[in-house]
């Protein structure tokens, strides 16, 4: 089966960072990709970030500047570090994989998903 486990939230002040992870396992797809996304109470499940297996990587325009998105293949885990937080950025952020193309940053196109790390930014 497979499994996501997000780790790495927390409470920071704003102006800080945070790196999250996401370790993902069970599967043997060749093509997928891993997107972050993120939701704050009482709003939508936002797109943050996402990487394709091949590599290749995209950050949601409102976050560009601000947060990157890695992959360490050997582990089998991504990483989304973000500089700069802002108390907006409070949000759970969860991982997601999508192995159908073209991938975006659409919550419903993403099969399969962790359970969320808080991240808590406070001013």
Same mark, same amino acid.
């Given at each position: ?12 002040? @704003?102006?800080?960072? #945070?790196? #999250?992870?996401?370790?993902a $396992?069970?599967?043997t797809?060749?093509?997928? @990709?891993i997107? !972050?996304?993120r939701?704050?109470?009482g ?12 590599? $290749?990587a995209?950050? @949601? ?26 108390p907006?950025?409070? @949000?759970v952020?969860y991982?997601? #994989?999508?192995?159908?193309?073209p991938y975006? #940053?659409?919550? !419903?196109m993403?099969?399969? !998903? ?7 930014? $406070?001013?």
């Amino acid at each position: 089966d497979v499994q996501l486990q997000a780790s790495g939230g927390g409470l920071v002040q @704003a102006g800080g960072f #945070l790196r #999250l992870s996401c370790v993902a $396992s069970g599967f043997t797809f060749e093509d997928y @990709a891993i997107g !972050w996304f993120r939701q704050a109470p009482g709003k939508e499940r936002e797109g943050v970030s996402l990487i394709v297996s091949d590599g $290749s990587a995209f950050v @949601a325009d409102s976050m560009k500047g601000r947060f990157t998105i890695s992959k360490d293949y050997t582990k089998n885990t991504v990483y989304l570090q973000m500089n700069d937080l802002k108390p907006d950025d409070t @949000a759970v952020y969860y991982c997601a #994989l999508d192995r159908t193309r073209p991938y975006g #940053l659409i919550p !419903w196109m993403y099969e399969y !998903w962790g359970l969320g790390t808080l991240v808590t930014v $406070s001013s």
